[in-house]
């Protein structure tokens, strides 16, 4: 399939809109409000982005209330989230409208468009190809519908969910959150923009959505998404360091010269930049792959976080550093996106099972 990764004008449009919006609702200052507060995310900028200009729904068809557009626009609309560090819970509900989508869920599809949150429950550091074993097991008493018992631990984006989508005895089934036995924990986790929580079941009813291989192919189909957006995410937050830094040093002087004046700092950035270049081009022809079902779209989305990841660590660190005294500050916004990319560095899982995985698919020995 001939595919072309430029970003088109329209694409262009909404990436500057969202940035203006992200500007004007979502600075660094109220990040950091958010993270410290005990709300789960920012519950007005979500309500922003999802009611009132629908950019939860943007991969939704029109005629289930969403914008008819493909994964390739909720890409760039996650890069300028991830520029932003916004704490809200747009990538969880874009990998569970792709299971959604695979199902034909029309009604929870609609949800997904109104603004509702829908998570899907396993542990936060699951990948494609290799979906831990669920910890959750399904009885039926009677003529009664099915009923869950366990727990699913480091769940991302779960709290703010009203719907969960969860994997269970090889099936996939749907449970509302302020059902009859279920409890949500907030557990501590590193990233505070993104918080964590246990999910215990305990009897709590559930519809079944699929079984068998159509459910196994929804959830594969999810994490593979999750795997290649979450890519762009990565892409905006090193960007945003990058930008920052290399403003830092030019405005920044000592013994009399800026420090972005030094040549060893010259060179670490120029490298930085080169990698971040790859990560682009990586993380939008995941995007790309995604939104056209291209056959390669594994191959490209493991290729997209076994690089993007590092490169947002390092390019965070680099911040970090690079800011000398105050990077190391509570003042100073470097600790959000330090923290943010060391815990996407896991999520939908790590750069050596992304590694692992485009092994097997070039039919390589894995190290």
């Known amino acids: 399939m001939n595919l072309d990764l430029r970003y088109t004008e329209e694409q262009e449009l909404l990436r500057d809109s969202v940035r203006a919006m992200l500007g004007d609702h979502a600075p660094w200052t109220r990040v950091l409000k958010v993270a410290e507060s005990t709300e789960p ?218 420090v972005g004046s030094f040549q060893a700092l010259k060179h670490r950035l120029a490298d930085l930049w080169v990698e971040l270049v790859q990560a682009r081009a990586a993380a939008r022809h995941a995007a790309v792959c995604a939104a056209a079902d291209d056959p390669d779209a594994r191959l490209a989305a493991a290729l997209a976080q076994a690089h993007c990841g590092p490169v947002a660590v390092r390019a965070a660190e680099e911040c970090v550093q690079m800011h000398g005294g105050i990077g190391f500050t509570w003042e100073h916004p470097a600790h959000l996106y330090l923290k943010r990319a060391k815990s996407a560095a896991i999520a939908y899982g790590t750069a050596a099972h992304h590694r692992s995985v485009l092994a097997a698919l070039v039919d390589l020995p894995s190290a």
């Open 41 to 258: 995310d920012d519950a007005d900028l979500w309500r922003l982005l999802a009611v009132e200009t629908g950019l939860a729904a943007l991969a939704v068809p029109e005629h289930l209330g969403g914008a008819g557009a493909t994964l390739a626009e909720t890409a760039v609309v996650l890069e300028e989230l991830g520029r932003a560090c916004a704490p809200v819970p747009y990538l969880g509900t874009a990998v569970a409208a792709r299971a959604l989508l695979h199902l034909g869920e029309t009604d929870l599809l609609r949800a997904v468009a109104g603004g509702e949150v829908i998570a899907l429950a396993l542990p936060f550091a699951t990948g494609p190809a290799a979906p831990p074993p669920s910890d959750v097991e399904v009885t039926v008493l009677g003529d009664g519908g099915p009923l869950l018992n366990g727990t699913v631990r480091s769940v991302a984006e779960a709290l703010r969910a009203t719907v969960l989508l969860v994997p269970a005895d090889g099936g996939l089934y749907v449970v509302d959150v302020t059902a009859a036995g279920v409890v949500r924990e907030q557990v501590v986790s590193l990233d505070e923009t993104r918080p964590l929580c246990d999910v215990a079941f305990w009897n709590a009813p559930a519809r079944l959505l699929a079984s068998g291989p159509r459910a196994a192919a929804a959830l594969d189909a999810a994490l593979v998404t999750g795997a290649a957006l979450l890519a762009s995410e990565q892409v905006g937050l090193a960007q945003w360091c990058l930008d920052t830094t290399v403003e830092h040093l030019r405005t920044r002087y000592q013994f009399g010269r800026a």
